[in-house]
Structures are given as structure tokens and as C-alpha cells.
């Protein structure tokens, strides 16, 4: 890798300009050296104004068209509303920009499988913001998984559980924008994250169970019902013979408001170890006879090789996310694959069809390939 490749200038336009690209991605791109964010697009004009001031941004579009054929980017990054992303990508990679887009890809796996199978025919770089595998604990966890620390991997719990509430959630709460409820939006990072650590899952069953209505808003105004699950839990055979057993949930009271209780927990035969959210920067790591104990996350996996973020600054929480923005200039200076990329959008929306197909028949159901 040359010096003029790494520095090399790259203009990317931002989609959706909501909660996780003002969380996320803004604060990702804008901190790489030679990244400039040079344009901005959402459909909410107020919303725009707000964010081109805000950011110090001068081009702004509220229509994705137009944003494609008169900004000039190079790259875009989508953070719409789910039931946009096959349509936005599709046209992104027309216009030729490298595409990193939200979780979950698309509605099923039939759309993953069209905007994966576009973005190779395309040569262009793209990229599925699996954020949750940039958390430090989980480089480390994936480096001991690797290197045979743990051993034998025999099973594995993964958790996601959190405290909503009971109001209204929005877009998030309509199949018809969303394609799922907590299955799509909590449970396929931890889909992701189990088969980045543990390989392919071959068999799931699974429930899934909707709560509450959400029929009005915290002001009291009145909305649909909605139509999506609060809960979901699955067992997964994975090919290497682990069995996982998986359970997230947005109604887990004890969990919030900031609670964020999220478990990655392997158990091998030599080792078991345990990444969590909450302390990002340690695991669990236990082996026979003796409790759990802490243990740092050596500084090589604290973030990203070249990284431009200080590991040791801001809310660590939160501020590993940023390396997936460096993940995707990364890749694009370097012409090579991202990691994760569309095919592990693809891979995960498999799994997650699987999942709901298991609930609706009451059976084990096989992962298509
Ligand atoms: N990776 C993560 O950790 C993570 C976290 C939160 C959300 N997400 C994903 O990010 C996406 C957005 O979620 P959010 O919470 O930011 O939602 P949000 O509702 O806060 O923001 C979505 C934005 O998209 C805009 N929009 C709608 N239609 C548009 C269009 N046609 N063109 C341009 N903009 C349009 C809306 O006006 C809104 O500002 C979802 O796919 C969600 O699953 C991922």
C-alpha cells in the first residue's frame, strides 16, 4: 500500500440523515484523512437544512435522483428506512459510487441476493454496516476464536436485550417498511457476529412473539398497531457442529433505558469467553475450576489497523463504530473486497428468512445456501 493510496481524496454522500448516520457515519467519514463529505441527501428538507448547517455542508438534495446525477460523489453510504435500500443501492451502483448500505440489505433474502449479486457484477466496492463487529471485544473474541485459545468451540449464547418501552417506535414497527421487528433490526448483527465467529448456520427453529400494540406515540397521539415482533429467540446448528442458542428482545425491563445488554458468550474445551457491549474494551475469559475474570483487550485489537479515531478517547461504546466508515474508505483505496460486504448482508437475511420461516411452520427449518 503506497502513501498516495492511503491518502488518496474520496467524496462521499451521506443518504438518510437520521439517527445512526448522525451517530455513525457523519462522525465515521468525517475524521478520515482525504474523506471529504461532500453532499447530503433525505427526503425531510427540514431535517436537511438541519444537517447541512450543522455539519457545515453546502450540497443538499431531498431526491436520491437528483442527488446521484448532480453531487459528483464517488461513494454513498445509505441509512434509509429498510424497504429503500434494494431500490437506492441498485441505482448507486448504476451512477457508479461504491455502496456501504444498512442493516438488514433488503426485505428478504431473494432482494440481499439481487443487490449482492449487482454490486460484484458492478467491480465496485460494497459494504453491509455489521457495526457490532468492530466493537473491540469482539476483534479480540474473533483473534482467540482463531488462534485456538478457547479450543474445541462446543456452543455459544448470544443475547441482545433492551427496554424500549411500549410506545410508538415509528417505521420500525411496519412490516411493510421494516420486512421484520427485532429479528431484522437487533438479531441480524448477532446473526452476522456468530457466523463471523463460528462459521455458516445450517438449521434453525425459532420463536418470535409480539407484545404490545405501540398503537400511539409518547405524546399520546394515535398511530397503527404494529405489525412486527418485540421479541425473538432461535437455536442455530452451525456446519462446524457449535449449537448457539439466541434470544433478543426490545421489551426486557431491567435492561434500559441505557442498559444495552449485549452478549456474545463462547464455550470451548479448552476456554470460554464472553464479549459484552457495555465494557467494550474487556472480556470474560474463564477456563476449568475457575470463575470468569476480566481481561483487557490487548492494544492491537482496541480498533482498527490505521484507524484515524484515538481508542482512548470519547465513550467507548460508541466510538468503535467509526471504523467502519474506515473500513469502507479502506477498502476502496486498496481495491479490495470489504469485509463485511454485501455478502454477509446476503448470508444474514438467509439465516434470518430461516428463522421467521421456522416460527410460522413450527419446525426446524435448513438454511438456504
Ligand atoms: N448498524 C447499526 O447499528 C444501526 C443502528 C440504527 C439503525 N440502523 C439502520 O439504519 C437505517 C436507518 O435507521 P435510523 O434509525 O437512522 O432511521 P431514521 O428514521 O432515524 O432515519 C432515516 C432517515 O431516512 C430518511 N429518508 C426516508 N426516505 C428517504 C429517501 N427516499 N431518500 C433519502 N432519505 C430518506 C428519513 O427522512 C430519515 O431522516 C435502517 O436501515 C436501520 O435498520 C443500523
Redesign the pocket.
Known amino acids: 500500500m503506497g502513501a498516495l493510496v492511503a491518502d488518496c481524496a474520496l467524496r462521499i454522500g451521506l443518504?438518510?440523515?437520521?439517527?445512526?448516520?448522525a451517530a455513525?457515519h457523519y462522525p465515521g467519514f468525517s475524521r478520515i484523512p482525504g474523506v471529504e463529505v461532500g453532499a447530503l441527501?433525505?427526503?425531510?428538507g427540514q431535517?436537511l437544512d438541519r444537517r447541512k448547517a450543522e455539519w457545515d455542508i453546502g450540497v443538499g438534495f431531498t431526491h436520491?435522483r437528483s442527488f446521484l446525477r448532480d453531487s459528483g460523489v464517488e461513494a454513498v453510504a445509505i441509512?434509509?428506512?429498510?424497504h429503500?435500500?434494494r431500490e437506492?443501492i441498485l441505482d448507486a451502483l448504476e451512477a457508479g459510487c461504491h455502496v456501504l448500505c444498512?442493516?438488514?440489505l433488503g426485505m428478504d433474502h431473494a432482494e440481499t441476493a439481487m443487490v449482492y449479486q449487482a454490486a460484484r457484477h458492478s467491480g465496485l466496492r460494497h459494504m453491509t454496516?455489521?457495526?457490532?463487529r468492530f466493537v473491540p471485544g469482539m476483534n479480540y473474541l474473533r483473534h482467540l476464536v482463531r488462534t485456538g485459545e478457547l479450543g474445541e468451540l462446543r456452543h455459544a449464547r448470544f443475547q441482545r436485550l433492551q427496554d424500549w418501552g411500549e410506545n410508538a417506535i415509528?417505521?420500525r414497527q411496519y412490516r411493510a417498511k421494516a420486512g421484520s421487528g427485532e429479528l431484522g433490526?437487533m438479531g441480524i448483527?448477532r446473526i452476522d457476529y456468530a457466523e463471523d465467529l463460528l462459521g455458516p448456520i445450517r438449521s434453525v427453529c425459532s420463536s418470535l412473539k409480539r407484545v404490545v400494540s405501540r398503537a400511539s406515540s409518547a405524546d399520546g397521539v394515535s398511530c397503527p398497531p404494529q405489525d412486527v415482533e418485540d421479541w425473538v429467540a432461535w437455536i442455530a446448528e452451525f456446519a462446524s457442529g457449535v449449537t448457539g442458542v439466541f434470544e433478543m428482545g426490545k421489551l426486557t425491563k431491567g435492561h434500559g433505558p441505557r442498559g444495552d445488554h449485549d452478549l456474545a458468550e463462547l464455550n470451548g474445551s479448552r476456554a470460554s469467553a464472553a464479549y459484552r457491549l457495555h465494557t467494550p474494551h474487556e472480556i470474560l475469559f474463564g477456563v476449568r475450576g475457575e470463575p470468569y475474570a476480566p481481561r483487557p483487550v490487548p492494544e492491537e485489537f482496541l480498533k482498527r489497523a490505521g484507524s484515524p479515531r484515538d481508542s482512548a478517547s470519547g465513550d467507548p461504546q460508541r466510538s468503535f463504530?467509526y471504523d467502519q466508515a474506515w473500513e469502507f474508505v479502506s477498502a476502496v483505496r486498496e481495491q479490495r473486497e470489504c469485509h463485511p460486504s454485501f455478502y454477509h448482508g446476503m448470508r444474514a437475511q438467509a439465516v434470518a428468512d430461516a428463522i421467521a420461516q421456522a416460527d410460522r411452520e413450527r419446525r426446524w427449518v435448513d438454511v438456504a445456501e
Not at 15 to 21: A, F, R
Not at 41 to 44: G, L, M, R, V
Not at 129 to 132: D, E, H, K, P, R
Request: one cysteine or more; proline letters at 6%.
Open positions: 443518504v438518510g440523515l437520521g439517527s445512526v448516520c455513525v441527501c433525505d427526503t425531510d431535517l436520491y441509512a434509509t428506512p429498510n429503500l435500500h437506492l444498512e442493516k438488514p454496516a455489521f457495526t457490532y415509528g417505521w433490526d448483527h463504530r
